[in-house]
């Protein structure tokens, strides 16, 4: 315990430490906003060299400019006492004082890393580790860890209970917040390994596992900012609902630079949040589909031509289906792309018209040349071709897989009949409902197949353009113009990116492994999971071979997380009950929190359901400050959310037990268990993740009977 004045008088000296930072601060957004206007007023000399120059410091002093915006709030967070007798204060980005000497050093730089790994037992020269908090330019509150007793000087003063717990018991808002002022030892482990080959983190719930991730991608932006915000960074995880969630710690840690999807969404231009139940997505996402996916790539379009007639000089010329199928065969060998090769296709064509009309002996027959040219002429012709070989969507191919009989034409011998039965009650309502977020994997799996249609080139006429395409004449506003049209296109570019963050990977189907991998070829990877929320219930071998085939051979690093920072140990054992069933050696993360109140379990008749959904949620909102989860079984969602209206506003959130992965509210309330349980594949697993949701409260609707 700290007496108040001592306390006063330590929030004094890092007020005192906070005015100088924020005042060097103030200084350095001037000189930005200075030579913001210096570039400008270089326009005036009207050379090329400098624009150039005027371009680039427009542009730097305006991102420094933003970056210092960006981080004033909490910008000191951390302070060092070391035996050599120096102070090191630690923030969200480095500040240096006009002689060059460093005030605040970056989280992310070597110097830093004391703070978040210097134990008791080993200090690491750390003396006394100090959290600060602060807002809006004022210390609120500061926490102390003793790490080295026996070198503390006498009149070095200790004050709070530790800053971790003081951040947990914290409200949860909307989005998940960073971590940067209580990143753990074991978690900084992971957040700074080495950026080449692959980091996998593993852990149960609640362990940082997310955070760790997000934190290591602004680490490596940090470290490496060439070779990674050149390549970009992608961050692939569960739902849009989990994303929503994550997206500002990014930005919150000065990091705009990555780019954050959610499997739903990663292939460009389209977007699903629709799930399958497990037992269809395990269908869909398993190996296998590649095979269908092939046979599908190569059919002929449904109520296409199914023969070409031509009456040429009198003549009947007639290429009958069987000839057209073997055509298209030829032109398409094993591994070609149909959208690319359809000129093999329309070469094929001709070349079969003019051994017909030789044959025939047409009268008056020109050269081949002209005799293609003549026929290539007619529109009839030009739309047989069109009809024929047209240009394909991937979901134009998926819709082919929605037809009964030509799925069962694909799947069969490769699908049993069970299988096959389920994707076609799957898919019939493709049309109506949408796409699932497992379609998004096969349709991604199909433009690799059909490949990119080819644009007959084009040229665009500039007058401007010089030799060796430089333009004779280049304004401001053009380069803004091509350097944003260049950021717009970098997801088209997307098998370079520098590094790719898989979150939840434990739910990664193989065939949406095969859609990561195709954008990390060249990336180093982050990977982060935990094996025992799986609702994967697919062949695992399978899903092991298309994993290693995305990762590589690239080097591995290991780290487990054992600390559960989420739950208190109340809600966490009923949690670890859960998983036991299944499990029962499963080693387990420890909570290292209580809050002295156990979750609450009613039981209720199903007629009753609704009512006390309604005031479970209503007691909760009452109870917590922060956020409120009602989890869901998959079917129930929509009802669920009609019962509870608007209440809460954006306090509370309806999500499925699907959707809940990776999420964290203050309070969960968990309609029927039982029936998320009931599912004989994952639903155990699945409970487990629903009921390692709360930070606060818990309470579980179950119906009787
Ligand atoms: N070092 C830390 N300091 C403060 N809070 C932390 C720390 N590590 C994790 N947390 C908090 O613990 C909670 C759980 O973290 P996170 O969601 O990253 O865990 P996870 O391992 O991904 O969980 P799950 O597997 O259950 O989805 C979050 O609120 C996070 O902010």
Partial sequence: MTDHTSLDREIAVEQRQLDRVYARLAELRRAAARAERDGYRLARVGTFGALVERDAMVFHAAQRRHLLDAEHEGLVFGRLDLREGQTLYVGRLGVRDEN???LVVDWRAPAAEPFYRATPAAPLGVIRRRTIQSSDERVTRIEDDLLDPSAAPAEMTVVGDGALLASLSKATGRGMRDIVATIQREQDEAIRSPGSGVTIVSGGPGTGKTAVALHRAAYLLYSDRNRYAGGGILVVGPSSVFVEYVASVLPSLGEESATLRSLGTLFTGLTSTRTDPPDVAAVKGSLRMRRVLERAARDAVPDGPTELRLLYRGELLRLTRAELDAIRDRALPRGARRNEVRRAGFDGIFAALWAQARKLRVGRLPEQRAFEDEIAERPEFREFLKAWWPRLHPRHVLGWLARPERLRG???????????????AAWRTLDTEGLTIADIALLDELDALLGKPVQPARRTRDPYTLAGGVRELSTHADRQRAARAAARQRPEDYREYAHVVVDEAQDVSPMQWRMIGRRGRLAS???????????WTGDQAELSRARDQALGRRRQHRFTLTTNYRNPAEIFAVAAAEIRRVDPDLPLPTAVRSTGVEPVRQVVPAAELAAATVAAAEALLAEVPGTVGVITPVPRRDEVAGW?????GTRLQVVTSLQAKGMEYDGVVLVAPGEIRADPGSGVRTLYVALSRATQRLITLDITG
């Fill in 644 to 648: 509870l209206g608007e209440r809460g």
């Fill in 100 to 102: 060059a000497e460093t």
């Fill in 525 to 535: 990877w982050t990977v982060v999971g935990d094996p025992a929320q799986t609702a």
């Fill in 410 to 424: 694909y799947a069969g011998g490769i699908f049993s009949r069970a299988e096959i039965r389920l994707l076609d």
